[in-house]
């Protein structure tokens, strides 16, 4: 079994193991769906990672909903040997565990819309509130 088969276990299990996984498995789980996920969202989490120390940057990765698959070890591929860090639909890999976390960075951080003029990140709103919604049936109801 690879790992990237069975991406919540990093290690090779046991019945065990696959019971508990599977049991975890219909748990509620906080993890965002692909429709809420916003360019402002992807902006969000990289500036909280990229502002955290790199000794913390693991945890504060996972209580973002993230999660980190360690290499197998004893991997026959390279992609074996590598850490997998996955969030909001986004997967990087790298040598190490930090590796990895810094290229999901920077990964987030290049699919965020720039204003061309200088290069900050783009506001849905560009500095105004967000448009009053119509009630149904327009003005004339």
Not at 58 to 65: I, K, M, R, V, Y
Request: aromatic share 4%.
């Amino acid at each position: 079994m690879r790992a990237d088969d069975c991406p919540e276990v990093s290690h090779r299990s046991c019945g065990a193991d696959l019971a508990r996984a599977d049991q975890s498995s219909k748990l509620p789980t906080a993890r965002a769906s692909s429709t809420e996920i916003t360019p402002l969202a992807f902006y969000a989490a990289s500036e909280i990672l990229r502002a955290t120390p790199m000794h913390q940057r693991s945890e504060q990765f996972a209580s973002l909903g993230g999660r980190m698959t360690a290499p197998m070890s004893d991997a026959w591929v390279y992609d074996e040997a590598l850490w997998l860090v996955e969030l909001m639909g986004i997967q990087s890999t790298g040598t190490s565990r930090q590796s990895a976390l810094s290229r999901w960075i920077k990964n987030a951080s290049s699919r965020v819309p720039r204003r061309a003029s200088d290069g900050r990140p783009d506001c849905p709103h560009n500095g105004q509130s967000p448009a009053p919604t119509l009630v149904q049936g327009g003005l004339n109801g």
